[in-house]
């Protein structure tokens, strides 16, 4: 099985004593007991460790781990301050297409978010429709590990449903559920 691991900040990570600048994908067995610890690169974060016991999921407030399909487990964490009551900074707005659609969906500005999709896909869809598309969904998740701008989308029980999207002239043009 592989484990992939993202995190919100810039870091290195040691998982079972040894050292990864990067742990996009790293092979690991379903039963195997795997520690792996992060490394902030930013001085005004902590480090912390994550214990993962086999493929279950894990959830703090730090750490969400999915076991995303019989082959892949993300693990997806978040940055450690040293104060416990200041405010976290904005996070960076997100990168790709898809996310960004997810992004201004969710904090509902749907004009934006229609803004994105090809006049193709415009013609074929309402806003009601994009919304209720996402509506089920908590949480997108990039597959960087694969070819073909594929992520899962995970519900409020973290279970992970494989999609893909088109592009057509920075446009989304197609989202479509893979099997």
């Known amino acids: 099985m592989e484990l992939h691991i993202q995190s919100e900040f810039d870091c290195i990570y040691m998982i079972n004593g040894e050292f990864y600048e990067y742990a996009d994908c790293v092979n690991m067995s379903e039963y195997d007991v795997v520690y792996v610890t992060v490394l902030p690169l930013k001085l005004s974060l902590l480090p912390y460790t994550v214990k993962l016991c086999g493929a279950e999921n894990v959830s703090s407030e730090l750490a969400l781990g999915l076991r995303l399909s019989p082959d892949h487990y993300l693990l997806s964490l978040s940055p450690r301050y040293m104060t416990v009551y200041s405010a976290a900074p904005k996070p960076a707005p997100p990168k790709s297409h898809i996310a960004r659609l997810f992004s201004l969906i969710k904090s509902g500005e749907t004009q934006a978010a229609y803004a994105m999709l090809s006049d193709e896909l415009k ?8 919304t209720a598309f996402f509506a089920e969904y908590e949480k997108l998740i ?9 992520f899962f989308l995970v519900d409020k029980n973290n279970a992970a449903r494989l999609h893909a999207y088109t592009l057509k002239n920075e446009f989304i043009d197609d989202i479509s559920e893979c099997d």
Do not use: Q, R
């Open 123 to 130: 013609a074929g869809i309402s806003k009601d429709t994009l």
């Open 142 to 150: 990039e597959c960087n590990w694969e070819k073909g701008n594929k």
